[in-house]
């Protein structure tokens, strides 16, 4: 039986780019389900995140093409919120779907082979860019950058990989799970586990338009990808307070020496190591205290234990 597909399309601020996207995503759409690869029922859905241009009427034009739907925030919440009231929104009438950005930057012909991959039995495809020649230099340094201070941090991310993805029903419903409200979905997503794959594509420059993350708001979604997925940054003071502490052992040591030796300053020694000493105490307390902390983050967010892929009582 064929699948039906849902496109979800976080919109924010783009009347010059929706016109193009949504004639790109109908022909796209038609020539998909002539060659029988989705449902005829399937549909491009556009979130407006509190667009304050006329993003939101040309949705309601659309939405007069059967293929076309939309929904409306209440106000504008970011991407990835816009992303996930999208998805959860359209969970209820599809069995897959793909998420994408409104300024065609990601190759729209690779959901072919988002599908293939579907049919081989995968829950959810990721789309990573082949190469970054077209962003700007200073956009790919910081990216790379940025994703290996991810891995370091211990946080699982598939490289090159923006929100460009292919998730089904069932992903998408075990993601629902997942409670937090700090939002990072390239993060959160491979926690939810289950058959997956990747599909290679160019990614394209911004048609129209310009581009809603400036320096300001990347700086922002790096930071809330390593605090909302990572107690690491705690475990750091820790080692610190640590290292500290273990040099003002040494300190000690050496003015033991110098002591013993009889050449020793009054009173410095004293000082120093009280200064070691302390600083390291307190850092390594505040790195404990830190610990705790970061138990009672994470037991916030009361995140799913696990997530059931078959289970053979129900004959799957
Ligand atoms: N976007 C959104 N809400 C925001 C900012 C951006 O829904 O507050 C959407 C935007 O309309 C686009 C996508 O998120 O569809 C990615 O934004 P953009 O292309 O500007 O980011 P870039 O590709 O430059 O990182
Ligand atoms: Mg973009």
Redesign the pocket.
Known sequence: MLEKLYIV??????EE?LPITAKALLEKMQTLIDEQKIHPDSKVMF?D?GSKDKTWEIITKLHSIPYFTGVKLSR????QN??LAGMYTAVEYADIIVSM???L?DDINAIDGFLEKRAEGCEIVYGVRSSRKKDTKF?RGTAQGYYKLLSKMGVEITYNH?DYRLMSKRAVEALQQFKEVNLFLRGLVPMVGFKTAIVEYERNE?QAG????PLK??IGFAIEGITSLSVKPIRFITFLGFFIFFISIIMLIKVLVTWAIGNAVAGWSTIVISIWAIGGLQLLSIGIIGEYIGKIYLETKARPKFIIEKNLEQGE
Do not use: F, T, W
């Open positions: 399309i976080p919109c924010y601020n783009e780019m979130v995140d504008n919440k970011g991407h816009a992303l950005d409104a300024d930057q956009k923006a911004r310009e581009s809603k993350y708001k990347m």
